[in-house]
């Protein structure tokens, strides 16, 4: 937490050069800690980022295909689920027969590290055909690949039924099923001589790993798997891809704690950031409680083992790195969202069902992280920021009032003191921030992005004031207070609303009038999933039903366009006419907030505020029915499966739920 880190909390030590591979473009399979990324032309040349990986370690960066000869022409590429992409090329074996393509070369690729490719012939004769495939690696790691340095490919060596690479920091392999005619250690070629018969199939299947490595066995694929497969079904198609490609991309994100592999978090995304971000991996975690209480209970206790203790300002709090905070603000310190956001988490997985005994658990560090609040406050009304000086920001501050009231009912409800003192200081943010922090002006004013620490106000409109929404979920279906009244509140939800923030693809960064503002801008302009959800579901829990349905609409639009992956962001331009929202090139995709995001955008709709603690469900659907009908089946409450169904009027009605648990007012 000293030293500034590159930008978007990334790769340590990866410097974001001008020849950064775009990531945009690429087809990524995940099942962490396996990737395999590729262009839609199928062929891996060991350009870019292109090649399969294990453990943020390249090992296979080159795979290349040649039948009879030739490449087969390229005509199809698709994603079929999180971890397997398809590509289908063509090939004319008898060129006097006309431009009818009589070879279809199909090609299934894993991010487990498994290719398998299968020959279909059209031919009306026998055929016998060679193939050829071109194999090579680097071992390189993914700084390296990012940074523009991955180096030569090693010198291969026959190994077994396949090829081997070695270095001084790894090694890996490459086994063939059948086994091939010829292995080429000179040139990195295997060949085949395949026997197709009229109308028949023969397959290759090749499987990469490092050596000592056991095949992949991804957290997502098991059947202890923290989330649960939950199902939309309704009169817009774009919800049921959305929900099910949301929760395929986080499935593949999960990871085990290798030291407790009971537990699980979620990687913040690929390719860049495929390890824990605390901050992320928290708020992700809360986003997905409708899935279940599995993912949080997890992330809660690893983040736990990471707190930190003993004496010194820093005791209590879950580290994380600084975070680049875009053109108007130094950079961020994730350590303090984490650490404000763990007592959160806790808090509402207890009402969707967290077990009893798990809450206690867990409940010394979520005390040790709001002990940690009160000492950085101390008289102060603000919790401000050590790294810059004093400065105090807005999003913080919505993170620290609502860690101190769900902290505090969250300590009540387990019998602990020390709940009326966060009510306090929470009453007291809320008064000093209603004057403190607006700004004033013909349209009705707004709240500041910061304060600095001689007073003067930052003033410029962002999307973190939508934090300001995002109050928390206290017992019997009530939200908590938010830091701005009620005239404020409105003000605000008009602004989130309005085409300079409203993007017509979601929420931008900031506002498109704002200086600075930049459509690309990752904190300047682009649209970040995370924060459109988090307006939507705060404008929905507040009644601003017309604004967050704009938002939710242009939202799943965009994901209609990224074929229902939604990248963690994308450009701020305004949606124009038959337009499409544009890729930034630097943008995970999957990505653990954008996924969770998703799943909360959808089930906003439903408005479901469990408090499993009580044996009650309350239901706030939004009453607009922008999706029209929509139901939800396989969704977790109090850990029962809990279905809903929302009407064309805005009604919801429960349709599975668990033994006792009874609808609220």
């Not at 040649?66 to 090939?91: N, Y």
């Amino acid at each position: 937490m000293g030293q500034a880190p590159p930008p978007r909390g990334a790769i340590p030590g990866l410097r974001w050069s001008a020849d950064l591979p775009p990531a945009h473009t690429a087809m990524i399979c995940v099942a962490l800690p396996g990737l395999a990324i590729s262009t839609e032309a199928g062929q891996l040349t060991g350009r870019g980022l292109e090649g399969f990986y294990r453990a943020g370690r390249r090992v296979l960066s080159r795979c290349e295909i040649r039948v009879a000869g030739r490449e087969p022409l390229a005509v199809q590429a698709r994603m079929i689920s999180a971890d397997r992409a398809r590509f289908v090329g063509t090939l004319r074996t008898s060129p006097q027969a006309g431009p009818d393509p009589d070879v279809v070369v199909e090609r299934n690729r894993y991010a487990d590290g498994t290719e398998r490719i299968t020959l279909h012939s059209a031919a009306s004769r026998p055929l016998r055909l060679p193939v050829e495939v071109a194999l090579g690696s680097d071992l390189a790691d993914l700084i390296a690949i990012a940074s523009g340095n991955a180096g030569p490919e090693l010198p291969p060596s026959v190994h077994d039924s396949g090829l081997r690479w070695s270095c001084a920091t790894g090694n890996a392999s490459v086994t063939a099923e059948p086994p091939p005619s010829d292995a080429l250690a000179s040139a990195g070629l295997l060949r085949w001589e395949l026997d197709l018969p009229p109308g028949g199939s023969r397959s290759v299947e090749l499987r990469v790993r490092p050596d000592g490595a056991g095949p992949l066995r991804a957290v997502g694929r098991a059947a202890t798997s923290p989330l649960a497969p939950a199902h939309a079904e309704g009169d817009d198609p774009t919800a049921a891809a959305l929900l099910r490609t949301s929760i395929q991309d986080l499935q593949a994100l999960l990871l085990r704690d290798p030291a407790h592999p009971t537990d699980t978090h979620l990687a913040a995304g690929a390719p860049w950031r495929c390890g824990m971000a605390p901050a992320d991996a928290l708020v992700a975690a809360r986003m997905v409680l409708p899935l279940g209480t599995g993912l949080a209970a997890g992330t809660l206790r690893i983040l736990a083992r990471t707190q930190l203790t003993g004496p010194g300002t820093q005791s209590g709090m879950i580290p994380g790195p600084r975070r680049d905070a875009g053109p108007l603000l130094p950079p961020h310190c994730t350590g303090t969202e984490a650490t404000l956001l763990f007592p959160v988490l806790l808090a509402e997985a207890r009402r969707w069902g967290l077990p009893e005994q798990e809450t206690e658990a867990l409940l010394p560090a979520a005390e040790r992280c709001l002990n940690w609040l009160r000492a950085a406050v101390g008289d102060d009304p603000y919790l401000r920021d050590p790294h810059s000086g004093g400065l105090t920001r807005c999003e913080t501050q919505a993170h620290a009032h609502r860690a101190a009231l769900l902290g505090a009912d969250l300590l009540e409800a387990c019998g602990r003191t020390g709940g009326d003192g966060l009510r306090q200081w929470a009453q007291a943010l809320r008064t000093a921030f209603r004057k403190d922090f607006w700004v004033d002006d013909l349209g009705g004013g707004r709240p500041a992005v910061a304060r600095t620490p001689d007073g003067r106000l930052v003033p410029h409109l962002s999307s973190t004031a939508a934090h300001l929404l995002d109050t928390g979920l206290l017992g019997g279906g009530v939200m908590a207070p938010g830091l701005l009244d009620k005239v404020q509140t409105d003000h605000l939800a008009r602004l989130l609303g309005s085409p300079a923030m409203d993007s017509g693809w979601g929420l931008r960064g900031l506002g498109a009038k704002e200086r600075g503002f930049n459509p690309f801008g990752h904190r300047a302009g682009a649209v970040r999933v995370q924060e459109t959800a988090l307006a939507v579901a705060g404008l929905a829990a507040a009644g601003y039903e017309k604004e967050a349905a704009s938002l939710l609409r242009g939202a799943l639009a965009a994901a209609a366009a990224f074929d229902h992956r939604l990248p963690e962001m994308y450009a701020g331009e305004q949606r124009a006419e038959d337009g499409a929202p544009l890729p930034h090139p630097a943008a995970c995709r999957p990505a653990a907030t954008a996924a969770a995001a998703g799943v909360l955008l959808l089930t906003t709709l439903a408005g479901i505020r469990p408090d499993a603690p009580a044996g009650t469900v309350t239901l706030r659907p939004v009453r607009g029915a922008p999706l029209g009908e929509i139901g939800f089946t396989g969704l977790r409450v109090a850990g029962a499966p809990f279905s809903v169904r929302v009407s064309r009027l805005g009604l919801a009605m429960v349709e599975e739920a668990a033994d006792g648990l009874q609808l609220g007012v």
